[in-house]
């Protein structure tokens, strides 16, 4: 279970927190398939981390990855202290949810409908609200917001914004790391049990491989920027 302020506060292990993750992934997969079949690079970028503007450029199977990674590590029993990367991962998953909700109701309650957990479809009603005041409840401040701003400051400004936000480069490192990756992990399929089914998991794995081979064998445009190269540290 994840948890912050030294386990003192619990993201819940209820059907809510099962809707944010879930909604938020299947959205996120049904683009890495869009721009699969239009063989191309999602331009402006696309994926439930868009949310949060310095994420926005992770790779869409390394957005999956780290969503399934955060969520494995939420449906132990194990207390895990959550990290900024994980706050933000969350946080975004409850926006994309609410947003889901918001304007493709009937195709929210078929995301529900087809997963591993059996929920109410009722639970739809006031969610994007619901979700907002959970997350609210678990992290109570939106600091990684704010990151992307200070990107172009100048180095010494840049370190006194992040030292009044309490935020040192040991916190902020697993967000930069975030931005580097473009391969998913070896865990990642282990990670999606009791967020797919079995046969959605076994659908998933060769859309986030294709997605990995185009990037390596540069059949898409790259992308570089500072950012992503860690320049900005």
């Known amino acids: 279970m994840l948890t912050c302020y ?28 869009l721009h699969l079949d239009l063989d191309e690079e999602p331009d402006p970028p696309v994926g439930y981390l868009t949310e949060v503007p310095f994420l926005e450029q992770v790779p869409l199977p390394v957005q999956a990855d780290l969503l399934a990674d955060a969520w494995a590590r939420h449906h132990q029993p194990e207390l895990t202290e959550a990290s900024l990367l994980d706050a933000a991962v969350v946080y975004a998953a409850c926006v994309t949810a609410g947003r889901v909700i918001n304007d493709m109701p009937d195709v929210a309650v078929v995301m529900l409908r087809d997963g591993p957990r059996k929920v109410d479809p009722k639970i739809i009603r006031r969610a994007s609200i619901r979700l907002d005041e ?19 400051l100048p180095p010494d400004h840049a370190q006194h914004v992040k030292q009044l936000l309490r935020l040192p480069d040991e916190v902020l490192e697993p967000m930069y790391e975030a931005l580097r990756r473009w391969r998913v992990s070896p865990d990642v399929a282990a990670n999606l049990e009791g967020l797919l089914t079995d046969a959605e998991i076994r659908e998933t794995m060769p859309l986030l491989d294709a997605w990995v081979s185009k990037r390596q064998i540069g059949f898409w445009r790259l992308r570089s920027s500072p950012r992503q190269a860690g320049q900005s540290h």
């Open 6 to 33: 030294g386990h003192s506060v619990c993201l819940p292990q209820d059907d809510l927190a099962y809707l944010a993750f879930r909604l938020a992934l299947q959205e996120t997969l049904s683009d890495i398939e």
């Open 134 to 152: 959970m997350f609210e409840q678990f992290w109570d401040d939106r600091d990684f917001l704010l990151i992307d701003e200070w990107q172009d």
